[in-house]
């Protein structure tokens, strides 16, 4: 299986996502962890810019935090995957146009679970789950918390395996 992990913004979050998967019971020497060019040369950071160094190709698994969800969305020409786990959408650093990007995932058709705080400051679950309501394709979940932190992440490997389980797939292993 092969999976394409893609933290947020702060390079804390690459260890953190790779708890996070550690979590699920997907196989784990085949995760393939975006490391973002701005940590390595101190430059401001890029969406676009980054986007330009994502590996292309297909991916059973897509799992991002953040920022790395506009990443991913943005980058639909040069990734595909049979599912998308999205965590922590900031919804605030979206762009009106980049906003479509999010419901409009219904027409790829694949699987997508999207995890947002109850309050989180970038985008509440609320506004998310507004954004997807009625997608057949795409579960919101609500998760306890304000500051885009996302701490538990066994709970949120639990969730994921929960959603593996509901909706089947080949990603299991």
Same mark, same amino acid.
Request: charged fraction near 25%.
């Given at each position: 299986m092969k999976i394409l992990a893609i933290p947020g913004k702060m390079p804390i979050t690459e260890s @953190?996502? &790779?708890k996070i998967i550690s979590a /699920?019971?997907?196989?784990? !020497?085949?995760? %393939?962890?975006?490391?973002? =060019?701005? @940590?390595?040369?101190?430059?401001?950071?890029? =969406?676009?810019?980054?986007?330009?160094?994502?590996?292309?190709?297909?991916? %059973?698994? =897509?799992? /991002?935090k953040s920022i790395g969800c506009l990443i991913t969305l943005k980058a639909q020409k040069a990734i595909t995957w049979d599912r998308l786990v999205l965590i922590g959408v900031a919804w605030s650093l979206f762009s009106e146009s980049e906003?479509? &990007?999010?419901?409009t995932l219904e027409k790829k058709s694949q699987p997508v679970l999207i995890i947002q705080?109850?309050? %989180?400051?970038?985008?509440?679950?609320? !506004?998310?789950?507004a954004e997807v309501a009625g997608k057949h394709n795409i579960h919101?979940?609500?998760?306890?918390?304000d500051r885009h932190q996302y701490? %538990? /992440? !066994?709970a949120?490997?639990?969730?994921?395996?929960?959603?593996?389980?509901e909706t089947g797939t080949v990603a299991t292993l």
């Open positions: @953190w996502l &790779l /699920t019971q997907w196989r784990q !020497e085949t995760v %393939d962890m975006h490391r973002f =060019v701005a @940590w390595k040369n101190e430059q401001a950071f890029s =969406v676009d810019n980054e986007i330009s160094y994502l590996p292309s190709g297909h991916f %059973d698994v =897509v799992i /991002t906003r479509e &990007l999010l419901p705080e109850k309050h %989180d400051p970038f985008g509440s679950y609320a !506004e998310i789950a919101c979940v609500e998760v306890g918390g701490t %538990d /992440t !066994e949120i490997g639990e969730l994921i395996n929960h959603w593996v389980k």
